[in-house]
């Protein structure tokens, strides 16, 4: 159980959702609250509630409106077609003709969803018990989608514990393993970081991990593994086989054998 859980309540603001809510805050080990209970000497970081028909991450900012979730639509500039084209730097990085994707650092799920929609056959782990919640209820949702329903697609499945574990254990090698681990921020932070990965990096941290996982994930992939990260960051691996590089990000590629 990740530190984060020492700061985080579950508050339950509609009694429909009451025994949802208390048996999320029974599976983290954190209370649950009603609205009245909460006040500006609250002694919670962070809190969970079910809202507006999905879980919501929220702090002492968003207690009356607002809140993140798992955004389960295209992002802005992804076409709304199924399958999406495989044309960004993503479906570059993971292989067009790649068939079957282990996400091992999730996160909003935002990767793992943009490749569902791709056509790719996408598997989620998640480490962070809080993140894995808002993921399984992003999944949910999106396994009531009408497009979804109307193809009969399986949706991501999901997995929460330690990556490096989990991949030693899984029964079948995946074309491809994908990472975006948290690396330390920048020195000077921009000012469009977005508070969803503000909020990221104070429930993870840095994966101090990360070079174990990389390691573990080239043991347990069929044909690639691709790490994400910041355009100026020291590569996880020796020398990638190739790299897709925007202007803040880059896709390093190591393939099997290669």
């Given amino acids: 159980m990740t530190a ?3 700061a985080l309540a579950v508050l339950c603001t509609d009694q429909a959702q009451r025994l949802a809510s208390e048996q999320l805050a029974l599976k983290l080990g954190v ?6 209970s909460i006040d500006k000497h609250a002694p919670w970081a962070f809190y969970l509630s079910y809202r507006d028909g999905c879980l919501k991450l929220l702090d002492a900012a968003s207690l009356k409106k607002g809140g993140l979730m798992v955004e389960i639509d295209p992002r802005p500039g992804e076409q709304h077609s199924y399958p999406a084209p495989k044309k960004d730097l993503l479906a570059q990085a993971v292989g067009k003709k790649t068939l079957t994707i282990v996400d091992a650092t999730c996160g909003w799920a935002q990767d793992s969803l943009a490749l569902f929609r791709m056509g790719y056959q996408v598997s989620c782990i998640e480490r962070s018990p809080v993140m894995a919640a808002l993921i399984a209820d992003g999944l949910q949702r999106l396994a009531q989608k009408d497009w979804v329903l109307n193809r009969q697609l399986q949706v991501p499945q ?4 330690n990556a490096i574990e989990l991949l030693a254990a899984l029964p079948e090698a ?3 393993i994908y990472l975006d681990p948290m690396f330390p921020p920048k020195r000077k932070k921009s000012a469009a970081t977005r508070k969803s990965m503000a909020v990221l990096r104070d429930i993870l941290g840095d994966d101090l991990d990360k070079q174990q996982l990389f390691e573990a994930a080239m043991q347990a992939a069929g044909k690639r593994v691709v790490v994400k990260g910041p355009d100026d ?4 691996g020796a020398t990638p086989s190739m790299s897709f590089t925007s202007k803040l990000l880059r896709y390093d590629v190591y393939l099997k054998g290669g």
């Fill in 31 to 36: 209370p649950v609250l009603d609205s009245a």
């Fill in 4 to 6: 984060v859980t020492d």
């Fill in 158 to 161: 999901l997995q929460a514990g």
């Fill in 233 to 236: 960051a020291e590569p996880l």
């Fill in 174 to 176: 995946p074309d491809c």
